[in-house]
Structure formats: C-alpha cells, structure tokens
C-alpha cells in the first residue's frame, strides 16, 4: 500500500477537476487529481461544446486558450425555427464583444490536461477510488491500494460518483426533478448547416442543430417516452430534423451517424456544496438540463472560485470551514439563476407529451415566449445577457 499526503485531493479529471488542478499549481498549492477513466477513455467522451465568455476569458487569463482560438467555433448568435419563420437572438449585438466558443468538452480536457502535467501536477489516471473518508483527516482510497491523505478533498467526480457519495445524506437538501422531455442526441458527420446554434420549436417536440467542429455537427430530437435508440435509424432521424428544422431558404446538411443516445433529463442541485473538509464542485453538486449549455461552464465557475477561495485557507488568514462556507454560498446563488434561465430553455423550446393535461395551453404558452424573442427588445437583450453568461469579474 502507497500513501501520498498532499494539500487538496481533486476527484475527478474533467473541467471541473482539472482546472481546480491547474490554478491551484499555479498558486502554489500541492494537489493530486485522480480518477477512473484512462487519457484515452477521458478524450473519447463527447460532450458538451459551449463555453460562455466568461469561461473563455478564465482560459485567456491563464494561457489555456491557444488551441481553443485557433481551433474554436466563434458563437455570437442562435436562431430559433417556429411555423415556417425565425427569430435571430444576435448576442454580439445585444452583449458587446462577447468571446463565446463552441469547442468540444474533449478537447477542453486534453488542453487542461496538457497544462496540468506541463506544471508538475501529480495526475492519477486509470486509478479508480473506492471509498472517501471524510473525517478531519480526509483521504482518498484507491481500488490499487494507494492512500491519498489531504487537507481537503475536491470532489469534481459526477453526480455519481464516489466523493458525494461517502457524506451523510442529512448533511444536504437535495433537488432531484425529472422533466418528462426525453431527447435523442445524434453525432453526425457533417459540417454545420449554419454558424451558430439553430433550434426549432414544433408541435412534434424539439430540435436542435449544435456546433461541435467544421466537420462535425451534433443534433437533438425530442422523442417519445419510451422509445428506445433501436427505434431511431438514420432514415427516421433525418426526416424528423428535417420537418421541424427546414425553412425555405435553409439547408440542412446531411452525413453518416457517428453516434446516438438517448438523453433523459434531470435538474439536481445539493446545498450547501461541502461538509466537513470535503467540497463539491460541477456535476457532483448541481446538474442542468442541456437545453441552454451552462454544465461545463458552471462547473468551471466553480472550479474558478474554489482556487480563489483556498489560499486564503492554507496561507493561515480564514479557516476552512468559513472559506467552503463562503464558496457554497457564491456558487449556489450562480447555480440557480443558471437553473433559472435552463428552465425556461425548456419551457420554451420542448413540447407536451401527447394526452399531457393542458398540453395545448402551455404549447400557446410556448409560442407566445417565441414571439417576445421576434417582437420584444428589452425580453431579447435579457435573453441574450443569460444566454452568455457573466463576464468574468476577478
């Protein structure tokens, strides 16, 4: 049995856990990430693709965007399709110069993982952990044998995984909602029929065209409940996107169907985001439906805060239970205006299921949300601000 004693353990190697990683080295912080999957298993999940500007200028401030601003999608507008018209949300026009990108969460993680090791970071891949003491001595257990004892224990690992899981239920309130859209999430090989995100409303359900790269394009479809991948074959797929998408003068691109899964969707948010010496960050604290793109960038936020918050902690100046405290408190005022701002996303763009009480009053409440977006300046520039998110402000 291995034991390394280090000043914070990060659970979790995606964005949340890595740029934790990467600021804490560069405040001079000792800190170990660690997690399940491989290099070669972290970069082949495809993910999320929006970062919002304030996430791009934490990685220009930090040197971790070359790549993105050579290699990015720029994203300053979205479109939204209903009853044969458009509405064109230009958020450029409505926020200023906003450095938004689409830029796949993989790529994100190979940037970050780059940097991290290029610092010195001790990075443990392939390592699951099997157990989280949180105790006033915490520490990690790894399925290999290998101890991992801190000050504090990050956990950056997913909804799922092990860091929440070891804390006392009492210890949280816990939101967990369900929302009855289901959608079918589709990666095809194809270039992206336009330059920003295109999204329809139709009595049928959603659609949705996403940026992902010059190359590839990832699409959404709302489905019935209960159906199943199998139901979905190329042929189907590509007549629906056409009959909720297709406008007169807009052409959508067509490409073989690298990938496709269903996705059901979930609100969930803990509070407070710590016990102990133990602090969550990302998916393992809060959870938004995709609809409006903010999971990676709150969870980036997150990690951004707690990077700030924690030298103050080791520099002798607050302890640390005021300081996760103070951190839970910032995050989840953030994390509920994004939830906000996701819940209408949903409201706006997902259809009722079929026989749903009311279902043709809230699909005239739907249409008439559109039509503030079409008719609306002041509703528009208030989408558009919650659509790119804060600047960064430190």
Known sequence: MRTVDTSVVVVGAGPAGLTLGVLLRRRGIDCVVVDKFTREQLLARSRAGFLERRTVQLLDRHGLSDRLRAEGLAHTRCEIHAEGERVT????????????????QQ????????????????????TPVTDVVADEAPRVVCADGTVLRADVVAGADGWHGPTRAALPD???????????????????EAPPSAGHTVYAQHPDGFAGHML???????????????D??????????????????????WTLNEGPVLDRAVVDM??????????????????????????????MNLAVADAADLAASLPGHFAGEEPLDEVLAAYSRRRLADVWQVQEFSHTMLELLHAD???????????????ARWQRLRDDPAYVRSFAEQYMGPSLTE
């Open 170 to 188: 009492s210890a949280f309130t816990r939101y967990d909602v369900p929302h009855e859209a289901r959608l079918l999430g589709v990666l095809v």
């Open 212 to 226: 992902r790269s010059r190359d590839v394009t990832r699409m959404y479809l709302q489905i019935p409940a209960g």
């Open 266 to 295: 979930h609100t969930k948010v803990v509070e407070p985001m710590h016990h102990g010496r133990v602090v969550l960050l990302g998916d393992a604290a809060h959870i938004v439906p995709p609809s409006g793109g903010k999971g």
């Open 353 to 367: 299921e079929p026989g749903t009480p009311h279902a043709a009053y809230r699909e005239r409440l739907r249409r």
């Open 89 to 104: 949300v230009d958020y450029e026009a409505w926020c200023g110069d906003a450095p938004s990108y689409v830029y796949p």
């Open 228 to 249: 199943t991948v199998a139901q979905w074959p190329d042929e189907r797929i590509w007549k629906e996107l056409h009959i909720r998408l297709d406008l007169p003068d």
């Open 107 to 126: 790529d994100v993680v190979a940037d970050l993982l780059d940097a991290y090791v290029g610092d010195g970071g001790t990075l443990l891949l392939g």
